[in-house]
């Protein structure tokens, strides 16, 4: 499944102009394998060049990109998990994301306006860190209700996860987010029922001056606080840059002094974040693809990604690294040199791994 991340931000903060850049990048690469988009939702392919050297290898007929999909919140104000603006189902679209990217305006432009305003980040940032804490609160506390009520039967694992809904509830009541409370081991399901969204990983996006690529020193402080990423794009030139052809975009890049593509800095950052690895399959006359998976899952999971069928029949694998299948030139050299093995369904999968599922359909 394609992995969701939500954008979120103050008004103006420059969520739109960063998913239009994101949605531009979508469309104009080549094959990308989801048809309906939503308005505020981009899917967006993460390039990879080890995938294009393994699919030149062993002759692929084209190349498919994994995607991540960018959802654009809107209506996050102060207020917003009491249901101000579109505050409920913005909360909602987020419940249902596996990371948040938090723009923050860090630009001083003042062509454009700040709802507070003045720019300040650290303050932005707590306006809606509080949000997102009080509608986990709210949430929280609905839930431990119910739990309360059914744990009365005795049974211990609903009373280890009342146990763990208080300490939730009492974090975001001091005003913490509830990643701070560890998961519990007798109710290991209770942090995924929940939902919450201050547990989610948090990449922040430093929306700087245009040629800019600093972080400003108190988002990176609050981040690496918090155990989040931080990167500094500009949304605008960003969307600009999209517009144009990629010869030209690398031009204005060189003459603005912006290295690599600020968005591939965000899908490479969130990515990270998630902990996840890319393997890759690829055959002669067919598709390459890439896929994503989380560290430390196996060759069976890596198989699930693929289809349920693949992982339902699962036999077993042929697996080897990317850069020892194109230093052998293919399958074929990759077998007579012994570099490609054979493994089971419990082989954990490492980055840049290309995989060939057997199984009985
Ligand atoms: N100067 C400057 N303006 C920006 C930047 N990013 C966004 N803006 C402008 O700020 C305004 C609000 O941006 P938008 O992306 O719609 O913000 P949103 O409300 O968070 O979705 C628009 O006029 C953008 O053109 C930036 O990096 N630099
Ligand atoms: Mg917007």
New binding site residues.
């Given amino acids: 499944m394609s992995t969701r991340i939500g954008i979120v931000?103050?008004?103006?903060?420059?969520?739109?102009?960063?998913?239009n850049a994101l949605t531009k990048a979508g469309v104009e690469a080549a094959n990308y394998p989801f048809t309906t988009i939503e308005p505020n939702v981009a899917v967006v392919p993460v390039h990879d060049e080890r995938l294009e050297a393994v699919a030149q290898t062993v002759g692929a007929s084209e190349i498919v990109w994994d995607t991540v999909d960018f959802h654009?919140i809107?209506g996050l104000v102060a207020g917003a998990h009491e249901g101000e603006g579109l505050g409920n189902r913005f909360l909602a679209n987020i419940r249902e994301t596996d990371a948040i990217v938090h723009?923050v305006r860090a630009?001083g432009?003042e062509?454009?306006v700040h709802p507070e305003g003045s720019v300040d980040a650290l303050r932005d940032i707590e306006t809606i860190e509080t949000e997102l804490v009080l509608a986990d609160l709210e949430q929280a506390e609905r839930r431990l209700e119910r739990v309360t009520r059914q744990a009365r039967g005795g049974e211990r694992a609903l009373i280890a996860e009342q146990a763990w809904l208080a300490q939730v509830v009492a974090e975001l009541q001091a005003g913490r987010p509830a990643r701070g409370v560890a998961l519990s081991e007798e109710a290991p399901n209770a942090a995924r029922d929940l939902g919450s969204l201050t547990a989610k990983p948090v990449l922040f996006v430093a929306?700087?001056?245009?040629g800019s690529e600093e972080i400003p020193a108190a988002i990176t402080a609050h981040a690496q606080a918090q155990g989040a990423g931080a990167v500094a794009v500009?949304?605008?030139?960003e969307a600009e840059l999209a517009e144009l052809e990629d010869d030209d975009a690398a031009a204005m890049r060189e003459e603005l002094g912006v290295s690599e593509s600020g968005l591939q800095r965000v899908v490479r950052e969130a990515f990270a974040l998630l902990r996840l690895i890319a393997f890759f399959t690829a055959g002669e006359a067919k598709p390459a693809q890439s896929w994503h998976l989380r560290q430390g899952l196996t060759a069976w999971h890596a198989a699930g990604e693929i289809h349920s069928d693949i992982q339902k029949g699962f036999v077993r694998a042929e697996v080897i690294g990317w850069r020892e299948l194109v230093d052998a030139g293919g399958y074929a050299g990759a077998r007579e040199r012994g570099t490609l093995r054979l493994e089971g369904r419990d082989y954990t999968m490492s980055d840049g791994d290309v995989i060939t599922v057997k199984f009985t359909p």
């Fill in positions: 931000g103050m008004p103006n903060a420059g969520k739109s102009s960063l998913f654009d809107a723009v630009h432009d062509n454009v929306n700087v001056d245009e500009s949304s605008r030139i």
